[in-house]
């Protein structure tokens, strides 16, 4: 069994920007495709499961900025772009869980495709429903076949994407501000479900690194 993950070790910050090249791109680059491609194979190779639930829970455990440091700046299609997507999903979700039941549903019923079903939120889906599945379609994505985790969280994306346009259009005559943050949000999310079925079909064809 693989050793147990131990929180990193606190460095200044100058040390951490030199240890990942923060003055290389292209070694900063190296380093976040390095450190992604290792941690996924380290954690598939134990078949206790363990490794992929600590995995889950370490940013709600320790914070998403310390992903960040390693995986935010990298392409959107690639290994690292793709974990840091489903990291940022997970953290919107836990974050305001009722806010994404309240567009899970919207967009379920507004959405003209399978994508509720892909993405496998039951029916209906409440705040507690959608923070479990956040967590599975992560715990799939380093336990399980990752094309379908990236799928299922592109899915989800466009769901919620679609819950947010739609209550924006409601949103617009009476509060327009609130109305604009929810059409800032169906962009972004909109762009990781490309992103992340884009990353998906890289990963099926081995072009995804």
Request: net charge negative; proline share 7%.
């Amino acid at each position: 069994m693989p050793a147990p993950f131990h929180r990193p070790v606190r460095r200044p910050p100058e040390t951490f920007d030199n240890l990942l090249g923060s003055h290389d791109p292209a070694e900063q680059t190296r380093m976040a495709h390095a450190t992604a491609s290792a941690l996924l194979a380290r954690v598939r190779a134990d078949d206790s499961g363990v490794s992929a639930e600590r995995l889950v829970a370490y940013a709600q455990e320790h914070g998403i900025a310390e992903i960040a440091e390693l995986w935010a700046k990298s392409p959107a299609v690639s290994l690292p772009g793709a974990l840091w997507r489903l990291y940022l999903l997970q953290a919107a979700i836990h974050t305001d869980a009722e806010l994404a039941a309240l567009l899970h549903e919207r967009g379920r019923i507004e959405l003209p495709s399978v994508d509720a079903l892909v993405a496998g939120a039951p029916v209906p889906a409440g705040p507690e429903e959608l923070v479990a599945l956040i967590d599975t379609i992560l715990h799939g994505a380093f336990s399980g076949d990752f094309a379908v985790a990236l799928e299922r969280a592109a899915a989800f994306c466009r769901v919620q994407a679609s819950g947010a346009t739609h209550l924006a259009d409601d949103y617009e005559p009476t509060e327009p501000e609130r109305a604009s943050s929810l059409t800032t949000r169906a962009a972004r999310l909109s762009s990781y479900a490309q992103e992340l079925s884009a990353s998906a079909s890289a990963w099926r064809d081995g072009s995804l690194n």
